[in-house]
C-alpha cells in the first residue's frame, strides 16, 4: 500500500511540475502550444525518473535490498539440503517449509513494503532452521551413533516440525492484509448489488413454444 501511495505522489507531482514548466514556456518565453506542451510532458517525465532514481538510492532501500538477498541465500541452502536428507517424513517436511519460506520471499520482493513483518523471522527462525538442518544431516551421515547422538537428531527433528508451524504462521500473518483486502471488496459488491433497485432492472420477455404455435395458427 506505501509504494501504491509514493508511486501516486510521484506521478502528482512530476505532472504538477510538467505542467508549471508547460505554462511558463507558454505565456512566459511565448512558445506555441504544441511545443509547449511537449516540453512540459518532457520535463514531467523526467522528473518523474529522477524522483524513482533518488527513492531507489535511499538508504533504507539498500538496507531491505541487503536483508532480502541475505534471506533468499538462507532459503537457498534449505533447498539444498533437501538432497542430504535419508528420512522420507524429514524430506516432505522441510520440501513443505522450503516452498513456505520461497513464497515467503516471493511476497517479499513483490511488495518490499511487507519486509518489516517478515524481518524477525528472517533474522531468527530463519538462522536457526539453517544450523539445525547442517547439524542434523550431519550427525544422521554418522557410521556410528550413541544414545546421545540419538537423542539430539530427535531434538532436531521436534525444531524443524516447530520451524515449519512457525513459517505456516508467518506466512498467513503477511497473508492477513491481502485478506483483508478480499473480504472488504466482496462486501462493497455485495452491498452495491443488494442496493440497487430490482425495479430498474430490465424485464425480460420470454415466449413459450406454444404460444409461438398459437401465433402462427392465427395468421
Known sequence: MKRFIRTIWRWFVSWNVGLFSALISLFAFRLPFPISFLLGVSIGVMYSLYMKKKEKKNPLYDFKDERLKDAKKKVRKIGKSLWRIRSVAMFSKLSRLYAICQ??????????????????????????????????????????????????IHEAEEALGLALMKAENELLDMLEEDLFDLKTEVKLVKHTVASEDPLSLPIKHTVTITEEKKHEQKR
Do not use: G, H
Not at 530463519?126 to 539445525?132: G, Y
Open 103 to 152: 513464497k515467503i520471499i516471493e511476497i517479499v520482493e513483490k511488495q518490499p513494503d511487507r519486509l518489516a513483518v517478515a524481518q524477525p523471522f528472517f533474522n531468527t527462525t530463519l538462522d536457526s532452521i539453517v544450523t539445525i538442518i547442517d547439524k542434523y544431516v550431519y550427525l544422521t551421515k554418522q557410521p556410528v551413533k550413541s544414545e546421545e547422538i540419538r537423542q539430539a
